[in-house]
């Protein structure tokens, strides 16, 4: 099956804060074929899918927010719900977080849709597919596999199974644009980084590898918004959905909308 683009348009829509969809576009090319930085970032990928620890799985997972979750922007939505119990927010200063919150990952939407069109990049899992085809490789060879020697074309996410890939393209990456926006966001808000947050996940209750993993309980700790952001950043590469590249430079533009929305918000 040809997947098609999700909202292909949604760089085109007027945002809250910014000048337009282009306005913090990256200023760096994704890497391509044939130049070494492609090679490269295909290398890196399946170092993670072969060296993929439980914990490493684990956050893969949590931090998917696929079909039927909240998504990711939503995800954050959810941490400031937590922000507003932990600090005894009354209803103006949740309608001012909120407020600021959900136009950040507005125009983060908005801008990280845009690039994506502009880049057209491909995700992973085509990149390995046409470097490695034929060639034989180390990673994670599917459900209660392990790490087992396969040819390239073979190669496979870690990702639940009706979720192999996302449907639009891999540069710059929306997880990490939406994280670093919405951290900054929270930061600015609550005056501080302080997060102290933290979620358990009990053996077994994998999607990807029911009954498996984790062999144990494991305990995801984010003891400020930063590192928060920066776990889901990274998650999507021990997911196998973004290079690095599409993750570090997101994380720029989530700072850079963050700083616009928040001034603005402020209006």
Known sequence: ?????????????????????????????????????????????????????????????????????????????????????????????DARMFFALANAVFDVSISVWEAKRFFDSVRPITAVHFWKQGKMIRAWGGPGRGTIVMRGEYWQPYQVATVVTPPFSEFPSGHSAFSAASADILKRFTGSDWFGASVSVAPGTSRVEPGLVPAHTVSLTWPTFSA???????????????????????????RQIAAQTWIKAQT
């Not at 990256?26 to 930085?37: H, S």
């Not at 973004?242 to 430079?249: K, R």
């Open 228 to 254: 928060a952001a920066d776990e889901a950043g990274i998650s999507r590469r021990y997911g196998g959905i973004h290079f690095d590249q599409g993750d570090l430079q997101s994380r720029v533009i989530g």
């Open 1 to 93: 099956m040809i997947q098609t683009f999700i909202a292909p348009f949604w760089g085109r829509v007027i945002p809250f804060a910014l000048t337009s969809g282009a306005q913090f576009r990256p200023p760096v090319l994704p890497n391509q074929f044939p130049f070494g930085g492609y090679k490269k970032e295909v290398e890196e990928i399946l170092k993670y899918s072969s060296d993929l620890t439980d914990e490493q799985k684990v956050i893969a997972e949590y931090w998917a927010d696929g079909p039927g979750s909240e998504l990711p922007p939503g995800h954050w939505c959810v941490f400031a719900a937590y922000v507003s119990r932990r600090d005894a927010h009354d209803i103006d200063a």
